[in-house]
C-alpha cells in the first residue's frame, strides 16, 4: 500500500520552503488515492494557516481531480 503520509514528509523534508498544502498536493499528483483517504490526510498535514477554512471542500474537489487525472485534464 502507498503511504501517503511518508510521501509527504519525504517531499517536504525535500523542500522546507514548500508550504504542507503543496507537499500533499505533489504526495498524490496521480497516485489514484481516494476522496476519504486524501480527506484524512489533508486534516493531519496540512496547518489550517495554509488554506481559508471556507475554501476546503473546493481545495478537496481540486486535490481530487489531481490524484486521478482524468485524459481531458492530464497533469
Not at 523534508?13 to 476519504?36: D, E, H, P
Request: proline residues 3%; hydrophobic residues 30%; positive net charge.
Amino acid at each position: 500500500m502507498k503511504s501517503l503520509q511518508r510521501r509527504f514528509y519525504k517531499i517536504q523534508n525535500r523542500n522546507s520552503y514548500y508550504s504542507s498544502y503543496l507537499c500533499l498536493a505533489m504526495a498524490i499528483r496521480g497516485q489514484g488515492f481516494t476522496k476519504k483517504t486524501i480527506s484524512r490526510w489533508f486534516q493531519k498535514l496540512v496547518d489550517k494557516d495554509d488554506y481559508f477554512q471556507g475554501d476546503k471542500k473546493s481545495i478537496l474537489k481540486h486535490l481530487e481531480l489531481f490524484t486521478n487525472p482524468s485524459e481531458d485534464h492530464p497533469n
